[in-house]
Nanobody, 114 residues
Framework: QVQLVESGGGLVQAGGSLRLSCAAS????????MAWYRQAPEKARERVAS???????FTSDSVKDRFTISRDRAKNTVYLQMNNLKPEDTAKYSC????????WGRGTQVTVSS
């Protein structure tokens, strides 16, 4: 059974940093496509960053140069390092894995105050 558990969200002032973690079980993060999505109230879900099997990463234009996705094989965890946070980054951030099917974590809330 695949489980994705996010952590690391919270309240931070604009300009601050957070690191989100997505601990996976039932899959090996380095062998599947993994991504971070976010959704703010009354807005569409947005893919923020992703990493594929070969390690190639993608980051959306809205967070480019501020957010970085990475993975730790030993911990079977995917991270999202978020720097220079802005109020518009406030959203619920969810981890996604594609491995024969689509799997989602429950998400972690990130709130950035101005």
């Amino acid at each position: 059974q695949v489980q994705l558990v996010e952590s690391g969200g919270g309240l931070v002032q604009a300009g601050g940093s957070l690191r989100l973690s997505c601990a996976a079980s039932g899959i090996i993060v380095s062998r599947v496509y993994m991504a971070w999505y976010r959704q703010a109230p009354e807005k569409a879900r947005e893919r923020v960053a992703s990493i594929n099997i070969s390690g190639t990463t993608f980051t959306s234009d809205s967070v480019k140069d501020r957010f970085t996705i990475s993975r730790d094989r030993a911990k079977n965890t995917v991270y999202l390092q978020m720097n220079n946070l802005k109020p518009e980054d406030t959203a619920k951030y969810s981890c996604f894995a594609q491995s024969g099917g689509n799997y989602w974590g429950r998400g972690t809330q990130v709130t950035v105050s101005s």
